[in-house]
C-alpha cells in the first residue's frame, strides 16, 4: 500500500521528473528499516548519508511527501528543530512545541531561551510517518501479498532502461560535490519551490510567514 | 597603555610569574592589589616595564597571546573547509607578497597596539608557512566585553583557525567569558563563519566552509570509541589468567547451564574485565581510554556513563551491557577520549560531540597547564584523528 502511494505521489508531482524513479525503493525501504528500529523519525541526514545523495536533493525527495494540501497526498510530516547550544543540554528544541511567544523559543530540559534569528542557520528538519500511514504499513504485515506488492523493485524483473536510468543517476549523485549539512529555512524554502514556481508542500508555510515576519 | 580589560584575560599569578620570568624587579611590592577584579597596578607595572625596555611589546604580545588563543580556550566549534586560496604550495616570497597586498588582513598585528572599539572587529592575522606551504592561518577577533562576576569587565576575544593542511575551521572560545556573554554562542559562530567567507578584507583568502552531515561526526566519533575500546578490551584479555574459559565452562556445568554458553562466558569475562580495569587504574592502556560516552539506541533514547575523574569507563558495568548495543548502532553522540601523548606535559582529556551542525570539542582541566607549544600538538593531534575517521 505504502510503496504505491509513495509511487503515486512520484508521478502526479513534479518529483518523477526531477528524481529517478529507484528514489521510491530507497526511501521505502528506508522507512521501513526505521519503522523495523522502532525509530520516531525519518532522519534526511541519514537518508542522504546512507545512499550517497547530496542533502539538498534528500530534503527536496522527502519534501514532496509530506505536502497536506490533498489528505491523500501526504505521507510525511516535517518537524523543525536545533540542539540546544548549552554545552551540558544538547536537547532537542523542536519549533512546533518550544515557541512561548513569536520568534521566541525555549529549551524544555535547562529552560535556555532563544530567537529565531539566532538559531535560523542552525535549524534541521527531520520527518515522521503520518500515523495512518503506520497503521497501514503495520496492519497486516505477515500478508504475504502486502510484502510481495511492497517487494523493492531490485528483486523483480527490470526494464533495461530503468537499469541505465538509475546508474546514471547514481553518477550525478557521486559528482555533487560534498553533502553538505546545514539546511537554513530559506533553503528549504528555496528547495520547496519547483521549477515552475509553486511550492512542493504546504507544510513549510507557517515557517514561511515567521521568515517573512522576521525580515 | 595596555588596558586591563585585556589583561583580565590572564589571572594575576600568572603575570606575575611572567614579570618574574623577565627579571622585573620589586614586583610584589609594585603589585598590592587585593580585590580580584583590579587589575590597575598589573597594567602599571608592564607599561612602566615597556618603558624602561626590560620587557617589549612583543614579549607582551606572546604572552597574551598564548593565554588567550591556546591555554584559555576549551571550546572549539569545527566546520569543514571546503575552498582556501592557497591548497598548494607557495613560497616565503609569494607569501610575502600577499601580506603586503592584503593590508586589512593585519598581518602579525600586535594586540597591544590595537585600540578594541567595534564588536567582531580582527585584530590580527597569523600564517604558520612551512616548506612552501601554509599549515594554518590564525585570526584573532574581538568580540566585545563580557561582564563576569570574579572580574569585572573582560576583553572577549575567539581564535579561528584555518587548519589547512587537515582542511578544517576551528572557531575556539573561553567558555567561561562566552557563558557570560550577551550573545548566544550560535549567533557568535554564525557571525564569525560569515565575516569569514563575506566580508571583503578576507575575499582574497577564499575561505570556503561547510557545516556536516550529522551521520559523520556521529560515526566519526563512534570509530574512536571503539579503536580505545577495543584496544583496551585485548590488554584486558591478555591479563585474564590462563585457563579461564575452561574454568567457566565447567562451571557453567556444575550449574547445569547448557544453552547459550558462548554469551554466558563472555558476560562473566566481563566482571573480570571491570576489576581488572579498576585496579590498574590507568596504568594498563598505554595509548589513553574513553571515559565517557552519550549514544542514541533508537532516535529518542539517550544512554550514557562517565567516570567523574575521567578514569576508563571499561570498570563500569554499564559499558560491558551496553557495548553491543552500540557496536550495533556504530554511532555516538559525544564521547569523552584521554589521550597520551610520550612528549606532552599532560595527556589529552577532551569531548567530542556532534553538535549544531558542526564537531565541538571541549578540553576538560587544561585551561592552567598549558602552554601553546603543548597545546598545539594536542590540537593538531586531535584535528589528525578526526580527519582521519571523517572518511
Redesign the interface.
Known sequence: MLRKKLESIYRKTNCHVEYPESYIDLLYRFIIINQEQKNKFLNPYEFSYINNISIRDSLTFFLYFTNDLEKENSILNIELFFECSNTTCSNRIFLNDCELDPGLYECNICGKEYIYEDIKPFIKAYFKLNENESTLLSNDSNSTINILEGMSDSLKVKSPSSEFESSLNLQTANEGDNLESAISLETLTELNTTSEGTSITNALSPYEKLKQRLI | MISESILKNVHKYEIKSFLKRNSVEKIDSRLTSHRADDYKPYSKIIDEEIKVNKINRKLVNEFLCEHICYSKTN?YHIF?L?NFFCFNTITEVQLNHFKSNNPKLLFNNLITDVTLEEEFQLCSTEVEHENDQINQISFLFYLGLVDTRAKGRTSFFSNVIIDVKQKLVFVKFN?NLLENAK?????LI?RLLTILTKNDEFQPLSIGY???????PQKMIFKMFSELSLEAEEILNKKIPLGTDEKIKSFLKDVKISQNEKDYIKQIKAVIYQDLSDNFQGNLFKNGWVFRFVFRE???TRASSRTDDYSPIYGSKVYWNLKELIFKGKKM??AGFKWVLPRNQSPILVKL?S???GIII?YYNDKERNNQKFRKEKDNFVAQKIRKYLS
Open positions: 571550546i569543514d571546503t567558555s550573545y548566544d554562542k550560535l549567533f554564525n561547510e557545516s556536516f552531515n550529522e551521520e559523520k533508537k532516535d529518542y553522540n559525544d560531540e553538535k549544531n551542525n571541549q
